[in-house]
């Protein structure tokens, strides 16, 4: 997975508010399905979000990480 980050829009290609991954907290308490339900509730698009000023559009090529492993990195 490719992660290209610069500043800019706070809004996705498809026109709606990014969220700030600053502010999405998730129970570690809770079962993992929960966790990642969780993230991709509040996180909206794990595709396009903010870091603060930055934009972040993660892009995949076909010899690179899985979202989900990715994920699971973060999460578990």
């Known amino acids: 997975m490719e992660q290209t980050i610069f500043q800019g829009s706070t809004f996705s290609p498809a026109g709606i508010p990014l969220a700030d991954?600053?502010?999405v907290?998730?129970?570690p308490?809770?079962?993992k399905e929960e966790r990642i339900a969780e993230f991709l509730r509040?996180?909206?698009n794990p595709y396009c979000f903010k870091c603060g000023k930055f934009t972040v559009r993660a892009q995949f090529?076909?010899?690179g990480v899985s979202l989900?492993?990715?994920l699971k990195q973060i999460l578990i």
């Open 21 to 23: 991954i600053r502010d």
């Open 25 to 27: 907290t998730v129970d």
């Open 29 to 31: 308490k809770l079962p």
């Open 42 to 44: 509040q996180i909206k």
């Open 61 to 63: 090529a076909d010899n």
């Open 68 to 70: 989900e492993d990715c």
